[in-house]
């Protein structure tokens, strides 16, 4: 079956640096890959969807990296700032021409100041 | 404009009650999706709709579990008999309707049987 592994432990990073979140893949071969935040109490907040053709998507201080071969996307947050502490969620199409995500279980990033 | 709305935001109930959680998606999107997410978990499909009709159920934990979207709007997910490992908060989703879409989140029913 699909399985998603994202960092399971907190991810501690100090201000200003570069975080980056990885999220791997198994017996899977997804068209797009999406990236969302979740703040505690509240529903996930999509920032950058990436396809199976893309290499690199950028958007602000965001990076996202889909490596098809590796089956693994990286996520990164330059310039990390406090504000930033959240939850990063990777989710997958769940395939075979069904709609709807599946998630990983996210990893908590805090950005210490 | 609003974004997705979700009624209550939180349910207490005793275990073998009924209950039914509500979501108002996005004006005019046309995709409408559920999810549970347990503590520690990413959120998990339950059921997807397109327009009026569950396009794929495939994610009910057991015929406990059942949903309806009658004029293709609001949504309403209905648990009979609710058991302990229900408790869970539930997400509503919504997106414009094509497969990639974004979906847009609303904040979750916290649901937890006593």
């Known amino acids: 079956s699909q399985k998603i592994e994202q960092n399971s432990e907190a991810l501690n990073i100090q201000e200003g640096k570069t975080a980056t979140l990885t999220c791997n893949y198994t017996n899977y071969s997804p068209a797009y890959l999406q990236w969302y935040r979740q703040d505690p109490g509240r529903g996930p907040v999509f920032l950058l969807l990436i396809r199976e053709n893309e290499k690199e998507k950028r958007k602000e201080r965001l990076k996202v990296t889909f490596d098809t071969t590796l089956k693994q996307s990286l996520f990164h947050i330059t310039a990390s700032q406090p504000a930033d502490s959240a939850t990063y969620l990777c989710?997958?199409?769940?395939?075979?021409?069904?709609?709807?995500?599946?998630f990983g279980k996210g990893t908590h990033l805090i950005i210490q100041p | 404009g609003a974004g997705v709305s979700q009624t209550p935001s939180n349910k207490v109930t005793e275990k073998g009650k009924y209950v039914e959680l509500r979501c108002d998606p996005i004006s005019g999107h046309t995709a409408l999706y559920w999810y549970r997410q347990s503590l520690g978990q990413g959120p998990e499909f339950l059921i997807y709709f397109q327009g009026t009709g569950a396009a794929d159920d495939s994610g009910l934990p057991n015929d406990r579990f059942f949903a309806v979207r009658p004029e293709g709007s609001v949504s309403t997910l209905k648990i009979q008999r609710t058991e302990r490992g229900d408790s869970a908060v539930y997400l509503c989703?919504?997106?414009?309707?094509?497969?990639?879409?974004?979906?847009?989140f609303g904040p979750g029913t916290r649901l937890t049987v006593l």
């Open positions: 989703a919504s997106s414009p309707g094509l497969v990639s879409d974004t979906q847009y």
């Open positions: 989710a997958l199409e769940r395939g075979g021409g069904a709609d709807g995500l599946t």
